[in-house]
């Protein structure tokens, strides 16, 4: 549990962004962490809260969110050290793996990535032996890798369509398993196709053309604009540096970092995805945002600047979602999709977040989402890691 309790809180003003992130650790561990199927030893998150016993009973559970709260276990163990923080996240692990069917795959490559980045973490800070999963879910980025299909790795087994969510987080774990030469494949495979010309910005990713028929070389880009595409580009970037010292990865950084203060931020702010898997996005962008600000670090002459530039963006964004939170009568803190504006405490009412074509759709109120949460809480932590300086990599 984190170390700041409700009622030795400090006022507003005084808040440090390390307890505020523990504020938010506490609110959000409390109300939905769980065993998983009951089973001790074990942990696993509610998807939502409130949070009907029949949708309990459901099974639903979402891989990638459960990935996402693993990490932030860890961020929490880092910036705020507890008697049982490691052990809670071994826990969870446990516990995915068990709600998992006994396994750390399945058929999403993002999805495993975002599993195979925290098992990494934990492995790495806390000495869990998880190098079973590390290696596992490494060799699927591995694996997965296809340049003579048009790729990059597949968003998911059996497709060709290759984007942004998977190709990011699966560079940074090669990265951070040593597999340098794959991770500058990667970088620039993404740098080669997933730029858009005009603004600079990541776009989601490219597919077989619609009338290309047999012939799989055609491929049209999927434009959309997403905000965590943005992050996990900027955190492969990051990681190509450190392991080669290479100034095109600090030029694409700041090429990508100039592109989002100019066309994807709104008066500072990250723009909402919404609730279901979009929920997640602006928290994921605030994560490698922070890494820019703790981990870039060389001779080129530009980084004092561009680390400057991604902290002051996560703090700015942090403040908001921290400003704009609601607080139910328990005392309990919820934060809102949208940063900018003030968040509402769910209710059961409206339709549940549904798993339609492999992504989650909004609950109708999206402060019951998981995601959602995860999200609030990570901006805050990625604002700790700013505020402590502390690097992931190597500090």
Aim: charged content about 20%; overall charge neutral.
């Amino acid at each position: 549990m984190p170390n700041v309790s409700k009622s030795s809180s400090p006022t507003p003003s005084e808040q440090t962004a390390n307890e505020r992130a523990a504020l938010a650790q506490e609110s959000i561990v409390d109300r939905n962490l769980a065993r998983a199927f009951g089973l001790p030893l074990t942990r696993i998150s509610r998807i939502a809260w409130p949070m009907p016993t029949y949708r309990q009973r459901k099974g639903m559970w979402h891989y990638w969110w459960q990935a996402h709260l693993t990490d932030l276990l860890i961020d929490a163990e880092l910036h705020r050290p507890s008697p049982d923080g490691a052990l809670t996240v071994n826990r969870m692990l446990r516990g995915i793996r068990i709600r998992n069917l006994g396994r750390w795959t399945n058929n999403y490559y993002d999805d495993m990535a975002w599993l195979g980045l925290a098992a990494e973490r934990a492995d790495r800070h806390f000495h869990l032996g998880r190098e079973g999963a590390v290696r596992v879910l490494t060799d699927r980025m591995l694996s997965s890798w296809i340049p003579q299909r048009g790729g990059g790795i597949p968003w998911r087994t059996m497709d060709l369509f290759f984007n942004a969510p998977a190709n990011g987080p699966a560079a940074i774990l090669v990265a951070r398993t040593g597999h340098t030469e794959r991770t500058i494949a990667m970088c620039d495979w993404l740098d080669a196709n997933l730029i858009d010309p005009t603004t600079h910005l990541v776009i989601d990713g490219i597919k077989p053309a619609a009338q290309s028929g047999s012939d799989t070389s055609k491929f049209e880009r999927v434009t959309a604009i997403y905000s965590y595409c943005q992050g996990v580009v900027l955190g492969a970037e990051v990681e190509a540096y450190r392991l080669t010292g290479e100034a095109r990865h600090v030029e694409r950084i700041a090429r990508l970092l100039d592109a989002i203060e100019q066309h994807h931020l709104r008066d500072g702010i990250i723009p909402s995805s919404g609730g279901g898997d979009g929920g997640l996005f602006s928290g994921v962008f605030a994560r490698y945002l922070a890494l820019v600000a703790t981990d870039l670090r060389g001779d080129h002459a530009d980084i004092p600047a561009l680390r400057e530039r991604a902290a002051a963006i996560v703090r700015v964004n942090a403040d908001a979602a921290w400003a704009n939170r609601t607080v139910d009568a328990s005392g309990r803190i919820f934060f809102g999709p949208d940063w900018a504006k003030p968040a509402q405490v769910p209710t059961t009412g409206g339709g549940d977040a549904e798993f339609i074509e492999g992504a989650v759709h909004s609950s109708k109120i999206p402060e019951r989402d998981l995601s959602v949460q995860l999200s609030g809480w990570m901006v805050l932590e990625a604002a700790a890691a700013v505020e402590l300086g502390r690097a992931e990599v190597g500090g």
